[in-house]
């Protein structure tokens, strides 16, 4: 039996029924890591002997996860771990306190197995902005394995962490999810507490799971999900079980599809595979329909001007006082000897696509440019939530592709801001209005790279994306596909 390749819930059984150990699990994956990730490198923070240590003294645990581990994107606090956000200004820092779902999951028995590689700050959609160096696709190492999550995807897709968390502010889960073949889902704004997880945009930012399915995803959100009173924007709802009802059936469900988001420029493979999809659950008994979603094409200019801002006004923290790099030494560039700290280290802590992001964002909010971009950006934010909002008055959930194009080169899209940020063209408007959208793989193209398709749905409805996407599953095996090399 290849531990490696099975799902968290199946690892979870045998772990249950003791036919294996939390130390059993921690050295294959440990194993495979030490074969495969020196291609891949999507582990940036890893102690094989620590995680050994930490199987151990969860080896008789009667805790729900038994030691089940789990890789967690860089930007989450880990208590006394690095945590670096992938970039330089972070360097060396480790947290004083865990954030919220970490302290969930320990609570729960799972091993924290230690960090994996992301965009820098999480600004970007392919993993290259990392001060460490890209991480791999596992379905073809000279591609991009997508972002910003992309060490969170490729470390699921390549097997080498049987789940793991990433962040999502404009597709940083369900992008990577779709370019990896693998699941990966944004939950709806507040349901998943942000405490302790590094800010790039707070009004758009959730945490979510990466799994190789549904059931997976909705047994990490049973796990992670629910109020923190040391999160102002957590929602006290009630606790819902995510696994029931997985199976209830989609028959009679009313589907739309937005011509909005199947537009010229869409890889022809990615579209033909979601029109395949889109099949399956017609012969599955689901009403699907054409629909509109006119604010779309405004979600891209929308979320640049919002999500920069938020940005520049969260990253002004790291200016060498409190947290990780401080350069003080060298030519003076400013007469004040705090400036002068302040700069340098800013200077040379952030990366070029960080830099960008706070000059968009301090520009976007500066006096006189407020009121034309900021405070425009969100009215038109209203008008794409208000879009969805007629949509689900009329329908369960809604179906688009999740990213327009299949993975694509590392190196292709760097010197391209633009074109690097279209990948998020259908993934946007969902942080935007705050509803929940998940990516499941549906296909692969011809040159054997995974399509991810999207279901959105209300806010607080995650039990109608992982009864669709469920139903989906049953009916089709591309979610159990491994990449070649990582078999
Ligand atoms: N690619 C988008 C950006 O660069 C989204 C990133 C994210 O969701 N963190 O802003």
């Given at each position: 039996?290849d ?51 930490k ?12 030691g089940?581990?789990i890789?967690i ?22 947290p ?6 970490i ?13 994996v590689?992301?965009?820098e ?15 791999h696709?596992?379905?073809?190492l ?10 969170s ?36 704004y ?24 549904i ?5 990490l ?11 102002s924007?957590s ?21 739309g599809?937005?011509k ?24 599955a ?62 200077g ?7 830099k960008?992001?706070?000059?968009l ?7 006189g ?12 934010r ?13 329908y ?16 292709e ?12 063209i ?6 935007l209005s ?8 549906c ?5 054997n790279?995974?399509v ?14 992982f ?21």
């Amino acid at each position: 039996m290849d531990i490696t390749n099975l799902s968290a819930a199946k690892l979870l059984d045998l772990l249950n029924k003791k036919q294996i150990s939390s130390v059993d699990i921690a050295s294959a994956y440990l194993n495979r890591i030490e074969s495969l990730d020196d291609k891949i490198k999507a582990f940036i923070h890893l102690d094989p002997e620590d995680v050994l240590k930490k199987a151990e003294k969860l080896k008789d645990s009667d805790s729900k996860l038994k030691g089940l581990p789990i890789a967690i994107k860089d930007n989450f606090c880990v208590k006394g771990q690095l945590t670096t956000c992938a970039s330089n200004i972070l360097a060396g820092f480790k947290p004083p306190y865990s954030a919220t779902v970490i302290e969930k999951l320990e609570n729960d028995g799972a091993l924290i197995m230690g960090k994996v590689n992301m965009d820098e700050f999480a600004f970007g959609s392919s993993c290259e902005t990392s001060c460490y160096g890209p991480t791999h696709n596992p379905w073809n190492l000279d591609c991009a394995p997508g972002g910003s999550s992309g060490g969170s995807a490729a470390s699921v897709a390549a097997r080498l962490a049987p789940w793991a968390l990433g962040s999502d502010t404009g597709g940083s889960i369900r992008q990577p999810a779709s370019l990896c073949g693998i699941v990966g889902l944004k939950p709806t704004y507040g349901l998943v507490s942000r405490y302790g997880l590094i800010a790039f945009a707070s009004s758009l930012d959730q945490i979510g799971p990466f799994t190789q399915d549904i059931t997976d995803s909705a047994l990490l959100m049973n796990i992670i999900s629910g109020h923190d009173p040391k999160d102002s924007t957590s929602v006290n709802t009630k606790t819902l079980d995510y696994l029931a009802g997985l199976n209830a059936d989609i028959k009679g469900l009313k589907i739309g599809i937005p011509k909005e988001y199947f537009i010229e420029g869409i890889d022809s493979d990615v579209r033909d595979k979601v029109e395949q999809a889109i099949e399956i659950f017609k012969k599955a008994g689901a009403i699907v329909e054409p629909i509109s979603l006119p604010h779309t094409e405004y979600a891209v200019a929308t979320y640049y001007i919002v999500a920069p801002s938020e940005a520049s006004s969260n990253l002004a923290r790291f200016d060498g006082v409190q947290y990780g790099l401080r350069v003080k030494d060298g030519e003076k560039v400013n007469d004040s000897a705090l400036i002068d700290m302040y700069m340098k280290t800013r200077g040379k802590g952030f990366g070029a696509e960080a830099k960008r992001r706070i000059l968009l964002g301090t520009y976007a909010l500066s006096s006189g440019y407020y009121d034309a971009y900021y405070l425009k950006a969100l009215k038109v934010r209203t008008k794409i939530t208000d879009d969805f909002n007629q949509a689900f008055k009329k329908y369960d959930c809604i179906i688009t592709p999740t990213s327009p194009t299949k993975a694509f080169k590392l190196n292709e899209k760097t010197n391209d801001p633009l074109a690097m940020y279209l990948s998020d063209i259908f993934t946007i408007s969902a942080n935007l209005s705050g509803i929940p959208a998940i990516s499941i793989p549906c296909g692969f193209t011809q040159d054997n790279l995974p399509v991810g398709l999207q279901i959105l749905g209300k806010a607080f409805d995650e039990q109608m994306l992982f009864k669709v996407g469920h139903a989906y599953q049953q009916l089709t095996d591309w979610h159990t596909r491994v990449p070649e090399g990582c078999k």
